[in-house]
């Protein structure tokens, strides 16, 4: 079972950091093309697989309210719903956001990941919940690595407001889960961190 500490959780970080070291070499010294569908197909399989939970015992007992978990419930949620098509978009404060917040998000949930804490080992939800936010990763380093957007220090003031334009999403799919009756509906609980709000996810 992950635990917060034991050998298990230290041992899928370990994994993950390794693949991205690893795959980052290797996938650097491809050609444009292949590393173009590489990270387009990494990323979609990320988008891919946070639909495919639904199949899973756990969230298919609990439908249709378990369909709250393929929304834009959170910032992750966000990120692996938007960032193959963000890949494509000609936008350099999304990519700017998509490399900023694929890499820090995605460590983030490496370092506490949530949905796998208390579950079996090699269980579906937890190898769900380190592929998806290790995809986040690597797909962010990659686009950078391989060429496909430039960073521009100059440009990073604007990522905060961009990530502030990605609460306002969440706020709004809140809103809409909670009028379709999928989240209890009470103004109180909104806002409330021991209720879904626990990271604080709509800002201080």
């Given amino acids: 079972m ?5 050998v298990y959780y230290f041992m899928y970080i370990i994994v993950a950091l390794t693949l991205i070291v690893v795959l980052t070499i290797f996938i650097s010294k ?4 292949f590393q ?6 990494l990323l979609l399989s990320g988008f891919i697989l946070h639909f495919l939970k639904l199949i899973d015992k756990e969230y298919y ?15 992750c949620a966000v990120s692996t719903l938007i960032f193959p098509w963000l890949f494509f978009v000609k936008s350099n404060k999304w990519k700017d956001y998509m490399y900023c917040f694929g890499i820090f998000g995605g460590i983030g949930a490496l370092i506490y ?13 937890t190898i769900r ?4 936010h290790f995809v986040l990763v690597l797909g962010a380093i990659l686009m950078v690595k391989c060429g496909f957007h430039t960073l521009d220090y100059h440009r990073l003031w604007r990522v905060p407001f961009t990530f502030f334009e990605v609460l306002i999403i969440i706020l709004f799919n809140e809103i809409i889960l909670m009028a379709i009756g999928l989240v ?11 209720y879904r709000n ?6 201080p």
């Avoid at 173009?36 to 197909?41: N, R, W």
């Avoid at 919940?129 to 998806?132: D, L």
């Avoid at 626990?198 to 800002?203: A, D, E, H």
């Fill in 2 to 6: 992950i635990k917060i500490g034991n």
């Fill in 30 to 33: 491809k050609e444009k093309k």
């Fill in 36 to 41: 173009k569908y590489f990270i387009f197909g």
């Fill in 61 to 75: 007992d609990d439908l249709p309210y378990s369909l709250r978990k393929v929304s834009f419930e959170n910032i």
């Fill in 113 to 125: 990941p949530g949905p796998a804490i208390n579950h079996g080992v090699f269980s579906f939800e």
């Fill in 129 to 132: 919940c380190y592929y998806c």
């Fill in 184 to 194: 209890k509906a009470d103004i109180n609980l909104l806002f409330d961190r021991s």
């Fill in 198 to 203: 626990t990271s604080f996810i709509f800002g």
